[in-house]
Each structure stands twice: as C-alpha cells, then as structure tokens.
C-alpha cells in the first residue's frame, strides 16, 4: 500500500522522485496545499473503489497516516 501511495504522491504533487517515508507530512514536508490533497483522495478513491469520508480527511497529516487507514479500511 505505501508503495503504490508513494507513485500517486510524486505523480499529484510533481516530487520528481524526493523522498516520501511513512513519517512524512503531506503539507509540511510534501509542500501540498488543500486542492493537492483532495485531488490525491480522489485519485486514490477511483483506483481503489473506495469512500474517504471528509471527517477522515482532516484526520491525515502524514503519508501513515493515510496508509494506516487505507490497510484498516480497504479490505
């Protein structure tokens, strides 16, 4: 899950191969805005067939975050 986490990341936010780990923060450390975070959502929602309720969205602060309730939520 972290992996196919890290392609959709660098592809939405132009990372142009940087570092991605568990621990880092989509805003702070990724340089995403709120536009860039909703897009990956729904980019991760398509290919997963999957809801992200927009109460779990204020909830991610960093990539574990996200993959943390991807693997609890995507079985």
């Known amino acids: 899950m972290f992996e196919e986490l890290k ?3 660098d592809e939405q ?3 142009n191969g940087k570092e991605i780990t568990l621990e880092s923060r989509i805003k702070e450390d990724l340089g995403a805005d709120s536009l860039d975070v909703l897009q990956m ?3 991760i929602e398509d ?3 999957i809801v992200i309720p927009d109460e779990e969205l204020a909830t ?3 990539v574990g975050d996200i993959v943390k ?3 609890t939520n995507n079985k």
């Open 7 to 9: 392609v959709i990341l």
């Open 13 to 15: 936010l132009h990372l």
């Open 41 to 43: 959502l729904m980019t």
């Open 47 to 49: 290919e997963k067939g």
């Open 60 to 62: 991610f602060e960093t």
């Open 69 to 71: 309730y991807l693997e």
